[in-house]
């Protein structure tokens, strides 16, 4: 069970006879009178939304307490590289990867919350790729999502602004680095901003 209108608001329910209903509800209307907008970084998307609560099926990895999560950020229609999540339920570290699942050698977390194991690559990989370039078309920048699970891909989101934009690559160069894989658009002669289309 999850909010539509706000970010980590989220009930995993492995059991629906053990929901203390109650408390269950009384969390929904918390989350129900709290704007993702005001709440935290400011994400213009978030700011007219209506508040929602809905129902997705719980996706499960035989042998794993949560899933790896595949992000693939993508520059004009082009996947650069892949953020990897694991074990968001217990220890929840991430890396960054090329698309050979090479680890690269920048960050955005501290040392203690980095991948620091060799992750497998799933058979997948190639097509989870395509995909996400598919969906990544005419967009100057989108992270793409996806799990692999089961032998199944499963879309998880779109992103425009990953952590509300705000968070910086270690070792500061990479910042650079990344961020001349983006070509914003010229302000228009005399403009002191660009309008939104």
Avoid at 84 to 104: G, P, Q, S
Avoid at 133 to 148: H, S
Wanted: hydrophobic share 35%; proline share 4%; with cysteine.
């Amino acid at each position: 069970l999850k909010a539509t209108h706000s970010s980590s608001h989220n009930l995993i329910v492995h059991d629906k006879s053990k929901v203390d209903q109650f408390k269950a509800k009384k969390k929904f209307l918390k989350w129900l009178r709290t704007n993702q907008y005001y709440r935290t970084g400011q994400e213009w998307a978030y700011k007219n939304i209506r508040p929602r609560i809905i129902a997705e099926k719980l996706l499960k990895e035989e042998g794993q307490s949560s899933l790896v999560d595949y992000k693939f950020y993508c520059f004009k229609g082009v996947a650069k590289f892949i953020e990897i999540h694991l074990d968001r339920a217990e220890n929840h570290k991430r890396a960054f990867y090329d698309l050979n699942l090479e680890k690269l050698p920048f960050r955005n977390v501290s040392l203690k919350k980095s991948i620091d194991k060799e992750v497998e690559k799933p058979k997948a990989l190639g097509e989870m790729i395509m995909l996400a370039e598919v969906l990544a078309d005419k967009f100057p920048f989108v992270r793409v999502d996806f799990y692999y699970v089961q032998s199944k891909i499963i879309f998880g989101e779109m992103t425009f602004y990953p952590s509300d934009g705000r968070k910086d690559f270690y070792p500061e160069e990479y910042n650079k680095i990344v961020g001349s894989y983006m070509d914003l658009p010229n302000t228009p002669k005399g403009a002191k901003k660009i309008k939104q289309i």
